[in-house]
Every structure is written in structure tokens, then in C-alpha cells.
T-cell receptor
């Protein structure tokens, strides 16, 4: 079993739908990242969380440290949101050896 | 530059040849990371540089892999005697300092060993 699990692995949605991607982890962490990987490999860091909730535009990320779970929400989804979304955790304070999930492939249809 | 720049973007090489991949981090970012992503798999940590400190090479998969960084600037990842299992996207990232967030990835180098 991977230390970082994401669900679903693949997701197809219609434009405008509310989307939730989940990340569960089994190690103690100091931080969790949500990353967006576009076709061709480019990766953008969306959020870094250590507690609570963050919002940026139509994206919302939440984390529950006690339950070892994080969610990434996309409101009013758009075809340009189509990408792979990756959850990554930092297992110890200050470490850079992030453990990455294998990603959720999202496709938003017009 | 404005972002993390990697070159080349694509590289096809014959098995047994050496390759050099380059990463130019964001100016002022002291921390630099190399990762590898094989097809269908998650990112694997390879090596980490922080300023002038000794790099953490614990993620390098074999002694065919090496990396250098001059001060807080460009880094090169060298793979000697490439094997087909080295085929992957090699991603570089930088941040102002480790743990500070502001984590920015380059667009990667897609390496294909034939």
C-alpha cells in the first residue's frame, strides 16, 4: 500500500461541475502540497497546507491532520482545469523528500 | 529568469551513452531539487541542493547518476551509460529555502533511451 493514496485515479466531469479530489496518507507530516501537472509535464504548485483550508480563485484545499486526509475542490470547473492533480506530503519537519501520490487525471468536457 | 528553466525539453539517446540535463532555477532560490517521473508512476526524489551545503544524494538510484550545482545557480544532472529504465521525465524544482513553500517546478526533460 502506497503511503499517499489519491482518489479517484481518473475523473471526467462536465463543465461547471463541482469537483473533489481526495488524498489520504499514512505517515505523520509537516506539510502537504497539491500540484497540477499539465500535458507535456509542466508542474505548478497550487497549495501548501499544514492545517485548515486555503482558497485561490476557484480552487479550495482542505486538510484534516487528525484524519490524515486532504481534499482539493474545484468550483465551476472548466476545460482548462483538465490536468493531473498530484498530492505530495513532507513526512518530517523540514524534509524535502516529499512522498508523491500517483495523481488524479481530470478531464473537464465542454 | 521568471521560472525554472530546464533543457533540453526532449532528449533521445542510445543505450550506453552519457546525457547531461540542465536546470536553471529561479534567481535567489537557494534550494534546488531533482525528481524523476517514470511513465505511469509518481515522482521520485533524486537529489537536493541547499546553498553551499553538501547535497543530499540519497535518492540517486545508482552510481551512474550524478549532479552538480555551482553555488546557487545552474545545476546539471548527468546520467552515464544510460539504460532503457532511465527513460523518464526529469523534473527540477527550486524554492527560496527548504520548507518555505514557493516551490516551483520546471517543465522537465523527457529522456528516452533507445
Amino acid at each position: 500500500k502506497n503511503e499517499v493514496e489519491q482518489s479517484p485515479q481518473n475523473l471526467t466531469a462536465q463543465e461547471g461541475e463541482f469537483i473533489t479530489i481526495n488524498c489520504s496518507y499514512s505517515v505523520g507530516i509537516s506539510a502537504l502540497h497539491w500540484l497540477q501537472q499539465h500535458p507535456g509535464g509542466g508542474i505548478v504548485s497550487l497549495f501548501m497546507l499544514s492545517s485548515g483550508k486555503k482558497k485561490h480563485g476557484r480552487l479550495i484545499a482542505t486538510i484534516n491532520i487528525q484524519e490524515k486526509h486532504s481534499s482539493l475542490h474545484i468550483t465551476a470547473s472548466h476545460p482548462r482545469d483538465s490536468a493531473v492533480y498530484i498530492c505530495a506530503v513532507s513526512p518530517h519537519s523540514g524534509t524535502y523528500k516529499y512522498i508523491f501520490g500517483t495523481g488524479t487525471r481530470l478531464k473537464v468536457l465542454a | 529568469g521568471a521560472g525554472v528553466s530546464q533543457s533540453p525539453s526532449n532528449k533521445v539517446t542510445e543505450k550506453g551513452k552519457d546525457v547531461e540535463l540542465r536546470c536553471d532555477p529561479i534567481s535567489g532560490h537557494t534550494a534546488l531539487y531533482w525528481y524523476r517521473q517514470r511513465l505511469g508512476q509518481g515522482l521520485e526524489f533524486l537529489i537536493y541542493f541547499q546553498g553551499n551545503s553538501a547535497p543530499d544524494k540519497s535518492g540517486l538510484p545508482s552510481d551512474r547518476f550524478s549532479a552538480e550545482r555551482t553555488g546557487e545557480s545552474v545545476s546539471t544532472l548527468t546520467i552515464q551509460r544510460t539504460q532503457q529504465e532511465d527513460s523518464a521525465v526529469y523534473l527540477c524544482a527550486s524554492s527560496p529555502r527548504q520548507g518555505a513553500g514557493g516551490y516551483t517546478f520546471g517543465s522537465g526533460t523527457r529522456l528516452t533511451v533507445v
